[in-house]
């Protein structure tokens, strides 16, 4: 069973950056894609980034295009998000997860039900 475990979440300014790292477990981590997601207090749980398990592909939602990066690195069993130019509307609690099913080498999605594997969570608030 795959367990995913966040970090890299603070306080920071706005304009800011972070980044966060999200390691996983288990032996077939190389072949999930792999996505963030947020949750806002109050808000409903929504897509940031997801990249494919080759690292090919990449899909961004509109409000982080352009800001956040997300990579992954499969020997290290390791998928990121590099946070750049935050803003305040983008405090959350931020949480990677992992599509185990399979999926074409260059799958990406934003559904939340299309992920299996969640992590506990990382919380990322920007000061105005």
């Known amino acids: 069973q795959v367990q995913l475990v966040e970090s890299g979440g603070g306080l920071v300014q706005a304009g800011g950056s972070l980044r966060l790292s999200c390691a996983a477990s288990?032996?077939?981590?190389?072949?999930?894609?792999m996505g963030w997601f947020r949750q806002a207090p109050g808000k409903e749980r929504e897509f940031v980034a997801a990249?494919?398990?080759?690292?090919?592909?990449?899909y961004y939602a509109d409000s982080v295009k352009g800001r956040f990066t997300i990579s992954r690195e499969n020997a290290k069993n390791t998928v990121y998000l590099q946070m750049n130019s935050l803003k305040p509307e983008d405090t959350a609690v931020y949480y990677c997860?992992?599509?185990?099913?399979?999926?074409?080498?260059?799958?990406?999605?934003?559904?939340?039900?299309?992920?299996?594997?969640w992590g506990q969570g990382t919380q990322v608030t920007v000061a105005s």
């Open positions: 997860a992992a599509k185990t099913k399979a999926a074409g080498g260059s799958y990406t999605s934003s559904r939340l039900s299309d992920y299996d594997i």
């Open positions: 288990g032996r077939t981590f190389s072949i999930y894609p």
């Open positions: 990249i494919s398990w080759r690292g090919d592909t990449t």
